[in-house]
């Protein structure tokens, strides 16, 4: 079988669960696709807390003193893949470092200390949010994936992206192409 290719680059888009998905670690999970070309893709998971890890905990751990305009943003499972490394989504007002990662949508993904510190010392990005860990795709798997109906595609939005609302992330994804969460079946199907 060859392989299938998806016309579109998919970065700075979001993945939306379908409610088959047999992957435990991905049910009801809204991704943001941070990078996509034919060697694969790479994306964060912006609706689950990462279990038993906060931001003050993380800085502690790190060594990151915190002052008392520290910003408290809330720490997200990622993914599966190199689940200690932590990659900061945020709004691209701010660049501290030049090894950031453009992200389609007014986006950067940054993965070094400074963002930390600036965050913890009350400054950096308007908006951010820190995942441990990443969801990444070898060639044509996210393409296969599509295409078995595990995942539905829409545009990414600040208001999704950003908010503290995790438990309500993926049906307001859902909500923003139109899909009644309550009436999408589990079972998939091909006309």
Same mark, same amino acid.
């Given at each position: 079988? #060859? ?8 970065? #700075? ?10 992957? =435990? ?8 696709? /941070?990078?996509? &070309? ?11 807390? @990462? @279990?038993?890890? &906060? ?6 751990? =790190?060594?990151?003193? &915190? ?27 701010? &660049? ?8 389609? #949508?007014? =986006? ?19 908006? @951010? ?24 595609? /829409?545009? @990414? ?35």
């Amino acid at each position: 079988m #060859g392989r299938v290719e998806i016309a579109e680059d998919l970065a #700075g888009r979001m993945l939306i669960a379908m409610p088959g998905m047999g992957d =435990l670690r991905f049910q009801r999970s809204v991704i943001l696709i /941070c990078a996509h &070309s034919p060697e694969g893709a790479m994306g964060l998971i912006v609706n689950k807390p @990462a @279990a038993e890890m &906060s931001f003050a905990g993380l800085l502690e751990q =790190l060594g990151i003193g &915190s002052t008392d305009r520290g910003r408290d943003i809330r720490v997200r499972f990622g993914g599966p893949v190199e689940r200690g490394r932590g990659f900061v989504l945020h709004s691209d007002d701010w &660049s501290g470092d030049e090894t950031a990662m453009d992200v389609p #949508g007014n =986006l950067r993904l940054t993965a070094t200390l400074d963002i930390l510190r600036a965050l913890a010392g009350g400054e950096g990005p308007a908006q @951010a949010l820190l995942a441990l860990g990443y969801s990444g795709w070898g060639p044509g798997q996210l393409e296969d994936e599509i295409l078995r109906n595990d995942w539905l595609i /829409c545009d @990414a939005g600040a208001e999704i992206l950003f908010s503290d609302m995790d438990s309500a992330k993926w049906a307001g994804a859902l909500r923003r192409i139109g899909v009644d969460p309550v009436t999408l079946s589990g079972a998939a199907g091909r006309a």
